[in-house]
């Protein structure tokens, strides 16, 4: 019992895998996700601040030929968006899909996804799901202002859904360091 709890403990849960997975893992990896939001909390968030979190996570992705499309929006206002060669129109809806879902939740789209399977399954098992609107899959963050809330999403769709939203969350990561020098 020991060694599967360690093992449990080792492992992170891969939203992508079709096997059964330790629900210890899942709730590690909610775990790390909600400890992200709760880590990247800029002062404010400009256009301007859209524009430099967009290039870099365009110089991230081009240093690593990732085909991805890269979307920060207020709402339905899309401030930055580019999609990277390799990326196709189908990014582009994974993109809508994906910032919808953080818009409307107000956290990750991972996170949202991940908490479905909470109860086992899937939230794209419930009828009420409109997933022609919503994707529960990574890589939609939301970007909340301290003293303020969420005003603003940035999306990256071309990766497996963990990959697209660590990208993410590194380059906020980066933009937070970076200010606080």
């Known amino acids: 019992m020991l060694h599967e709890k360690n093992l449990a403990s080792e492992t992170e849960f891969d939203p992508d895998s079709q096997d059964e997975q ?32 967009g290039l870099l996570l365009v110089d991230l992705a081009t240093q ?18 580019v999609s990277l060669p390799g990326a196709t129109p189908d990014n582009d809806i994974w993109v809508q899909r994906k910032s919808s879902t953080t818009e409307r939740y107000a956290e990750p789209s991972l996170l949202v996804g991940l ?7 899937r939230l794209e098992d419930n009828g009420w799901f409109d997933q022609t609107r919503f994707a529960s899959h990574g890589g939609a963050f939301p970007i909340y202002v301290k ?26 990561t980066l933009i937070r360091d970076r200010n606080k020098a």
């Open 22 to 53: 330790p629900v210890a893992a899942l709730q590690s990896l909610i775990q790390r996700l909600e400890n992200e939001v709760d880590a990247l909390h800029p002062n404010s968030f400009s256009q301007a601040d859209a524009l430099a979190l």
């Open 64 to 81: 690593r030929n990732l085909p991805v499309a890269i979307d920060i929006r207020r709402n339905s206002h899309i401030l930055f968006h």
């Open 115 to 121: 908490k479905g399977r909470l109860g086992g399954g």
């Open 147 to 172: 003293d303020t809330g969420h005003v603003a999403t940035a999306t990256v769709s071309g990766l497996p859904q963990k990959a697209d939203h660590d990208l993410v969350v590194e380059a906020l």
